[in-house]
């Protein structure tokens, strides 16, 4: 059992920056696609950002791409969430994700594992 914990949210002015990460507990950590997912209050989960396991290939929603940037330190079995130019709309809680294949995938379904998740709050 893969165990993913997430820190780094908080609450941010609009335009401000925070960094989210996910530690995971896996040995095989290199191994494994991940991503993050968001949830606002009174919406579903959606897609944010994924990356492969080596983190040369990357995907983004289109409401973050250009403000996000994700990436991975396999050495420390680490994922990153870089959140820049923040907007109202980006509070949400934010979910870490790993799939036990090597390649990402934008659907929930796909996804094997996630954290408990870390609030994030964007003030206007």
């Known amino acids: 059992q893969v165990q993913l914990v997430e820190s780094g949210g908080g609450l941010v002015q609009a335009g401000g920056s925070l960094r989210l990460s996910c530690v995971a507990s896996?040995?095989?950590?290199?191994?494994?696609?991940m991503g993050w997912f968001r949830q606002a209050p009174g919406k579903g989960r959606e897609f944010v950002a994924t990356?492969?396991?080596?983190?040369?290939?990357?995907l983004y929603a289109d409401s973050v791409k250009g403000r996000f940037t994700i990436s991975r330190d396999n050495a420390k079995n680490t994922m990153y969430l870089q959140m820049a130019n923040l907007k109202s709309e980006d509070t949400a809680v934010y979910y870490c994700?790993?799939?036990?294949?090597?390649?990402?995938?934008?659907?929930?379904?796909?996804?094997?594992?996630w954290g408990q998740g870390t609030q994030v709050t964007v003030s206007s």
């Open positions: 990356i492969n396991w080596t983190g040369d290939s990357t």
């Open positions: 896996a040995r095989t950590f290199s191994n494994y696609a």
């Open positions: 994700v790993a799939r036990r294949r090597r390649f990402w995938s934008t659907l929930q379904s796909d996804y094997d594992y």
